[in-house]
């Protein structure tokens, strides 16, 4: 049997050969057969995106889920042809909407955390920032086989990243509490889905979610602004588009920053921080529930309850 991940891996290095738009056809092709085929994350995928529209029926549920397999497969054929883009290209690709206080923190040499969900393409969005708001430091989840992983850090370099592996055993939050109080970065953690035991449970689009505690807990230790960040494909039309060289781009939305309050305590500060910028990917999802790659479980309802209470 074919081991899903050194396909990745095969298809990956072939693509890096082909043309984009080829590659593009080609994961459009792969979203709706995987679709089609009603795979345990497509399943997954519609329960979660049910959360956004409570009241759709099958039908609509599947329509959501067919959209979001073909963004979601969209993110790794631009995954895949990301380290050949220009600088032109990138910047053309790319729309920014409320950068101007993550600007104005960086240029006075203050770093920023973002708090970032599964959406658009942020490997995408790291590019752009790195160049056009401050140098980024970010978190990678190890992946099986190494093969795969280290092509993604490779890949996340190439483009300008510093990358911190979540390794077992390894420091990380005292290295990304480092890189924020060297000054003037960007470090953007994914953390709608928790991968550790000390995730908070809050409330995600109407229900009790574990997300991950890192982008507050890393506001609340170092004073930095806290800032919801949201990241949607869209389509690029006329010159834009030709700048581009693709028919999709992304629209990265800073919402307004959070900053850490004074005089209470640091797991208070962590607990409101997270509810505030969870409640902006809330709205953010509501809105279009399709740019959410969310293919696991994020939702108490659907948690071990064995492993859920050991983790409390």
């Known amino acids: 049997m074919l081991d899903p991940a050194r396909l990745l891996l095969a298809g990956w290095h072939l693509a890096g050969r ?11 092709v792969a979203a709706e057969v ?43 054929g ?12 990138v910047s053309a690709r790319v729309r920014a909407e409320g950068a101007e206080p993550v600007r104005a923190e960086t240029d006075a040499g203050r770093s920023v955390v973002l708090a970032l969900a599964h959406q658009g393409n942020w490997d995408l969005a790291g590019a752009w920032a790195t160049v056009h708001l401050a140098p980024v430091t970010t978190v990678a989840e190890r992946l099986e ?38 000054g003037g970065a960007l470090v953007p953690l994914l953390a709608d889905r928790d991968l550790t035991s000390r995730g908070i449970e809050v409330e995600l689009l109407g229900e009790t979610a574990r997300v991950a505690a ?15 960040t949201t990241i949607r494909h869209e389509r690029l039309r006329g010159a834009r588009r030709r700048a581009a060289g693709a028919r999709w781009g992304i629209v990265i939305r800073f919402h307004p920053p959070i900053r850490p309050e004074a005089g209470v305590a640091r797991s208070v500060q962590v607990a409101r921080l997270t509810e505030q910028w969870v409640a902006a990917l809330s709205r953010d999802i509501a809105e279009d529930p399709t740019h959410w790659h969310m293919l696991q479980k994020v939702f108490v309802a ?3 309850p064995d492993r859920l209470a050991r983790q409390r």
């Open 34 to 76: 995987t679709w089609l085929r009603r795979t345990e994350g497509v399943r997954r995928l519609e329960r979660n995106l049910a959360r956004a529209r409570p009241e759709a029926d099958g039908a609509e549920l599947r329509r959501l889920g067919r959209a979001g397999m073909r963004t979601y497969l969209r993110y790794y």
């Open 145 to 182: 086989p190494a093969e795969v992983f280290e092509e993604f850090v490779r890949l996340r370099e190439g483009i300008g990243l510093t990358i911190i592996p979540l390794d077992a055993g390894r420091e990380v939050f005292r290295d990304l509490v480092r890189a924020v109080r060297a």
């Open 18 to 28: 082909l043309p984009e738009d080829l590659v593009r056809g080609v994961m459009h």
């Open 78 to 89: 631009e995954a895949f042809t990301l380290g050949r883009l220009t600088p032109e290209q």
């Open 214 to 228: 890192g982008p507050a807990a890393l506001s609340a230790s170092t004073g930095s602004l806290l800032v919801p």
């Open 302 to 304: 659907d948690l071990d």
